[in-house]
Structure formats: structure tokens, C-alpha cells
């Protein structure tokens, strides 16, 4: 995401923003919430995860072809959202299910 937003905008700060956004949440939030995956089923945890990150993908499809001109801030609200899944339910959900 954050080249295509880099290419798109030819703009440092919002693509720096892309990141900043990833390294907040994952930062924050996550241990918070690992505790609470771990207090419920991780596997359906990981698979609600992984139904929201692809209605992600079906939505910034439809927002690239009908909804171009805002694209930017679609892929922003986007990355929020698919990092919130990613760092809430599946990156906790998966260390419940390695085995050392």
C-alpha cells in the first residue's frame, strides 16, 4: 500500500503516515488485545480477521474503480483497519497455535 500511495501522490509524509499508522497500532494495541484473544478462541478470532481483511480488499477494489478520486484516503482508512485486524486478532491468534 504504501508504494502505491508513495507512486500515487509522489508525497514522503503520507506514505510515512502509512507506517506510522502500522507501528501505532501494533504497538498500543496489540498486547492489550492479545490478552483478550487469548481469553476466547483464537481460531475464530483469525477467521473473523480474516473475512474483515478481505471485504478490505473487495472494497478498495470497488473504491479504485468507481471511487478514484479519493483512493488515497480510501487506502489510508483501509490500512487502520486492515492492521487493527492484523494486530488484534490474527498475530495474537497465531502465537496461541505455535508450539515451541
Not at 487469548?38 to 483469525?46: E, I, L, S, Y
Not at 483497519?81 to 505455535?98: E, H, M, S, T
Request: glycine share 6%.
Amino acid at each position: 500500500m504504501a508504494w502505491f500511495v508513495l507512486d500515487t501522490t509522489n508525497s514522503a509524509f503520507i506514505t510515512s503516515s502509512i507506517y506510522a499508522i502500522t507501528f501505532i497500532i501494533n504497538v498500543f494495541l496489540g498486547p492489550f488485545v492479545g490478552v483478550l484473544v487469548d481469553r476466547t478462541n483464537p481460531k475464530k478470532a483469525m477467521q473473523r480477521a480474516y473475512l474483515v481483511m478481505g471485504i478490505i480488499g473487495v472494497f478498495l477494489a470497488f473504491s479504485y474503480i468507481f471511487w478514484s478520486e479519493y483512493i488515497i484516503i480510501t487506502v489510508l482508512a483501509m490500512v487502520v483497519v486492515n492492521d487493527l485486524a492484523q494486530a488484534l486478532f490474527i498475530l495474537p491468534g497465531v502465537g496461541c497455535f505455535l508450539v515451541l
